[in-house]
Structures are given as C-alpha cells and as structure tokens.
C-alpha cells in the first residue's frame, strides 16, 4: 500500500487557517465528503467517532503531526485527508507541542488489516524527520503531492 492509495488529492490543504482541533477534524472530513470518497450522512458519524478515539489518547503523537482515525461503515477502503496548520494547534500531543501536519486516517469496519496497513504506511513516513518537515514546509497542494509521489516511489526502492 502506498500514502497515494490511501490520501484523495482533493482532500488536501496547505494551510488549514486558525483552527481548533476539533475543527481540524470536521474540515478535514467536509473535504473528503466534497470529494464523494465520504458519504455526507456519515459526516457527522465520522467526526464523532475521531472525536471519541482522541477522547481515549491523543493521536498527535509528537514532533509536530498526528493522525486522527477512525473505522467507519460504509467505507470499502481506507481514505485519508491531509491538512497543515502553520501556525499549529493544540492537538494534546504525547511531546506536548503544537500539530502543524493532520492526517485524518478512515478505514472499513469491517476490515482491521486494510487500518493496520494504512497506518503502517503513514506512521512509517511520519516517523522520518526529512519528511515531517518537507510535509509542514509545503506551502501548496501541488508540493503536499510531490512529497507524497516521492514518498511512494522511495518506499518502492526501499
């Protein structure tokens, strides 16, 4: 699987604005329902169900990003929207420091394997400190998705 298989390039923003975290949640899924990848009468449910896992333990898991998830109904694959708060929010991160990169992570119910490999890939490219930052310092859609192609194509000659 690869972060291109999973993120819908409609689903992207360079600059999420001066938001709440909760907001960061609810624009990040308003983008995948304008796509048509999420129906708009899950909307709520989705937001609800990130909310409740973030309720549990913070998904910003430090230097700067997280990733809020969920596993919906409905869904037959794992879909993905990535957002960017320059000037960061406050996500309750493990390091305690502001989120400056979101990526909103929704994967089949009924499918823990498709999430588990979803993650994987996502974490494995958020754990890399060169690309945390080209994600944060990408000022366009157009540079979110050459670091996500570079990405692909890196993970493909690893």
């Known amino acids: 699987m690869k972060l291109l298989d999973i993120v819908v390039r409609d689903a992207i923003s360079a600059d999420l604005g001066s938001i709440s975290r909760d ?18 009468d899950c909307r709520d449910d989705c937001i609800k169900s990130v909310i409740k ?17 969920a596993k919906m109904a409905g869904l037959d694959r794992a879909i993905a929207a990535i ?10 991160a493990l390091d305690r420091g502001d989120v400056h990169s979101v990526v909103l992570l929704l994967s089949p119910e009924d499918a823990p394997e498709v999430h588990l490999e979803a993650m994987e890939v996502i974490f494995g490219h958020l ?19 050459t670091l996500l192609e570079d990405a692909d194509e890196s993970q493909l000659n690893a």
Do not use: C, W, Y
């Not at 957002?83 to 309750?92: E, L, R, S, T, W």
């Open 53 to 69: 896992r973030e309720r549990r333990g913070s998904t910003g898991f430090g230097h700067g990003v997280a990733v809020p998830h």
């Open 23 to 40: 907001e960061v949640i609810g624009t990040l899924a308003d983008m995948l329902v304008k796509d048509g990848v999420l129906a708009a």
């Open 127 to 145: 754990s890399q400190e060169t690309f945390r930052r080209f994600l944060r310092q990408a000022e366009s859609v157009d540079a979110i998705v």
């Open 83 to 92: 957002g960017n708060i320059p000037q960061g929010v406050d996500f309750n």
